[in-house]
């Protein structure tokens, strides 16, 4: 059983496009994440929802949007893409914040031609 | 600042051989979480160690320990032995108010 599951895997698309990202886990885990990493593998968070709660919005442009229908959810919406979005999106949750270890899903390979 | 610094960027080591990762975090807390990730070439990330700052006691798993220093806000992992399926991204991370900040990586090729 996959921990935590993120679709699609890959995902090429041209400039100006809307796409959308699910994430999903069976973990029971409250606390769900989203990460960027580029091209030199800097892992960044951008979101944190706690029971479908926003915790973190990390100064990521208004053109990402999450939603988290329910706790085992969290879907990343992305509207007019750029070139620069171009990344590996990684899913993650956690039973609780920063104090307990974060289970990755395996990531989503975003390419904006 | 929040910052987690892992100063190695590359380490090429030949089978067999140790190899040491080091990590070193910014912090004025007293009550703090330090994490190890692995990151195969693969792609994933696979969660490796959790420690918090009361403990200082070294841990051992197999080939893999981890030394914290809490004097020198250090926290390195080191491979005994290492193994080419050792060859990897490695991410130490520490939890700062409600997020993980993750250092840089160290990229570890371990040569047959």
């Known amino acids: 059983d996959t921990a935590v599951s993120q679709t699609p895997k890959y995902l090429v698309t041209q400039m100006g496009n809307d796409k959308s990202i699910k994430c999903e886990q069976n973990?029971?885990?409250?606390?769900m994440y989203w990460y960027k990493q580029d091209s030199k593998k800097f892992l960044k968070i951008m979101f944190s929802?706690?029971?479908?709660?926003?915790?973190i919005n990390e100064t990521v442009p208004n053109r990402f949007s999450p939603k988290s229908p329910d706790k085992a959810h969290l879907n990343l919406h992305i509207n007019s893409l750029e070139l620069g979005d171009s990344a590996v999106y990684f899913c993650?949750?956690?039973?609780?914040?920063?104090?307990?270890?974060?289970?990755f899903g395996p990531g989503t390979r975003l390419t904006v031609t | 600042a929040q910052k987690v610094t892992q100063a190695q960027t590359e380490i090429s080591v030949v089978e067999k051989e140790d190899v040491t990762l080091d990590c070193v975090y910014e912090?004025?807390?007293?009550?703090?979480?330090l994490f190890w990730y692995k990151q195969p070439p693969s792609g994933e990330l696979v969660f490796l160690i959790r420690?918090?700052?009361?403990?200082?006691q070294n841990e051992i798993s197999g080939r893999y320990s981890w030394n914290f220093q809490k004097s020198t806000s250090s926290f390195n992992f080191t491979i005994t032995a290492s193994q080419v399926v050792d060859s990897a991204v490695y991410f130490c991370?520490?939890?700062?108010?409600?997020?993980?900040?993750f250092g840089a990586g160290t990229i570890l090729r371990v040569k047959s």
């Open positions: 973990l029971g885990h409250d606390t």
């Open positions: 993650a949750s956690s039973e609780g914040g920063p104090t307990y270890e974060q289970y």
């Open positions: 912090t004025r807390d007293t009550t703090y979480y």
């Open positions: 420690r918090n700052s009361f403990d200082e």
């Open positions: 929802y706690n029971n479908k709660e926003l915790i």
């Open positions: 991370a520490r939890g700062y108010g409600n997020k993980l900040v």
